[in-house]
């Protein structure tokens, strides 16, 4: 199934979008490649370093939040920064910011696998995720950009698949050379592989992709986002290190704060919105009730499916004794799951409307209990083969979940609120990744469960089994919200745009980009919506 060209008539709406030469002849192939290796490198890098937890305590010699702090910090700037990732490159120019995103990426990553301890591997985490929320939003736009037609159809199909094999591959990878402790360096050589990846995707960027004329108008909500990030990290850093510190005084001042705080950027987005000018969140998002209950479901579900992948990993390493590509291994049906069900959305949709969301909860529910009494009834002889048929209805649940839900959310929003819901909402996704590492993760800590120590087998397994029922019971809130949601199951092709506009396998691609914090398509969106709906 092909779909109509939409960069020419779309972009020509898109005021703000910077303008480039579309490169021609080979030179538009390498310009995929430099996106797609992007794409892996963003993607992949998390599920690297998902694995390498463990293997990082036991060589910096540091407590259990220092290590959640090294996974969720990244998550967490990527996150705040997605929007204005996005904004920079209107006004910059999206070949310029790619590219410095690029060059902040690979000299965190190198600076990752050279760190000599925690607080520089955190530092540079930090300045890693900042420099994939440069890159990552500016993707899709480039490759929409660059080619027309049958070739666009098939560049986003890539760049779908990309996304999906970057979370399986980019674990496995991370796994076996963990395993395979190349020169001692332990989990070193799982960081540094992204190095060489990151210098070639830079330098043929800067050969092959053609400059840009920004637009130059666009304007940035720096204060905004500064309030935003020192919310969250009121919000966050307490559970990461409140178990080692033994919830000092300290840890429940800053929980404290997080009211204040978010209180005080709320009212700086409001007076923003007043005086006409663009807020990093718009308030009056929140007073549509697909918005707001849109943004809950997509909190609480990547709580628990970052929360689902991290864990589980850490329990096949240490509560099972699996090395690290084991584990990769073993997590595998999760993924490959995930991306064999996301294919069979395009066609589900359509009829099912809103209940494709709704199938894909009772499956994840299902799924968390199933592990949850497979764990408990195992007990001390537990093997990671028994969880497969669980993590198989888990990874299922996640393809009929996650590329839905973002169409599901836009069809009870305003025409003209589109593009600004769309990057609220995959920055408010991120958010519930860098939560889902810090809350859950402060379950294990609770419970006595630290990687790296000589801890019983049976105290990871207790450790689990309590997040998977906490797991559950988040799934169930985000089950009953789901039934909140505006119903997409009629005949109006805009409440499934995502892949009748598009085409199934581009639409898909576009529900990926979304899903994983792309936001530079959300005014295109906002145009298509505004102008199509008109004729219905």
């Known amino acids: 199934m092909t779909a109509p060209a939409t960069g020419a008539s779309v972009g020509a709406l898109d005021q ?296 589980t990993s850490l329990t096949f390493q240490v509560g099972l004794g699996l090395d690290p590509l084991q584990a990769g291994l073993a997590f595998a049906p999760v993924g490959i799951a995930f991306f064999a069900s996301s294919l069979l959305v395009p066609r589900l949709v359509p009829r099912l409307g809103r209940s494709v969301l709704v199938l894909g909860h009772v499956l994840l529910l299902g799924g968390l209990i199933a592990a949850w009494a497979t764990v408990r009834g195992a007990g001390s002889g537990l093997s990671a083969g028994e969880l497969a048929l669980p993590l198989l209805l888990i990874g299922t649940a996640q393809g009929l979940t996650m590329s839905p839900l973002i169409g599901v959310v836009l069809t009870g929003i305003r025409p003209t609120d589109k593009g600004s819901a769309s990057g609220a909402l995959t920055t408010a996704f991120q958010i519930g990744q860098a939560l889902g590492v810090a809350g859950i993760g402060t379950v294990f800590s609770v419970l006595g469960a630290h990687p790296g120590t000589d801890a019983a087998s049976s105290r990871y397994q207790v450790a689990y089994q309590s997040s998977l029922l906490l797991m559950a019971a988040l799934t169930l809130v985000s089950f009953v919200l789901v039934h909140a949601l505006p119903n997409p199951h009629d005949s109006r092709p805009h409440h499934h745009f995502l892949w009748v506009r598009h085409g199934r396998r581009t639409g898909l691609a576009h529900a990926f980009y979304l899903l994983t914090g792309g936001h530079a398509v959300g005014r295109r969106f906002s145009h298509w919506f505004h102008h199509h709906e008109g004729k219905h």
């Open 16 to 311: 703000d979008a910077p303008t480039a030469d579309a490169p021609v002849g080979r030179a538009r192939w390498f310009v995929l490649a430099v996106g797609l290796t992007c794409t892996f490198l963003v993607v992949g890098g998390v599920s690297i370093a998902n694995l390498a937890m463990p293997s990082l305590q036991q060589t910096l010699h540091v407590g259990f939040g220092a290590v959640q702090f090294v996974v969720a910090g990244y998550g967490l700037v990527y996150a705040v920064f997605l929007i204005t990732g996005g904004r920079l490159g209107d006004v910059l120019g999206r070949r310029r910011v790619l590219l410095g995103g690029l060059v902040l990426f690979t000299a965190a990553v190198l600076v990752s696998g050279f760190a000599p301890n925690a607080p520089v591997l955190i530092g540079a985490r930090l300045v890693q995720g900042f420099g994939a929320a440069m890159i990552y939003p500016q993707i899709l736009s480039i490759i929409q950009d660059t080619f027309e037609g049958a070739e666009r159809n098939f560049a986003l199909g890539l760049f779908g698949a990309t996304i999906g094999v970057a979370i399986v591959v980019g674990q496995l990878v991370g796994g076996a050379l963990i395993q395979l402790n190349l020169a001692g360096l332990a989990w070193r050589p799982a960081f540094l592989v992204l190095v060489p990846l990151g210098t070639a995707a830079l330098f043929t960027g800067r050969r092959v992709m053609a400059p840009d004329r920004p637009a130059g108008r666009a304007h940035i909500d720096l204060v905004g986002t500064g309030l935003l990030g020192g919310a969250l990290l009121l919000l966050v850093l307490p559970l990461l290190i409140g178990p080692g510190a033994g919830w000092a005084w300290w840890t429940w001042a800053m929980f404290a704060a997080t009211v204040p705080a978010f209180t005080l950027f709320i009212r700086y987005e409001q007076r923003l919105d007043r005086t006409g000018r663009t807020p990093l969140l718009r308030p009056s998002l929140f007073r549509q009730r697909a918005f707001a209950v849109g943004i809950a479901i997509g909190v609480l579900y990547f709580i628990t499916i970052v929360g689902l992948a991290v864990y």
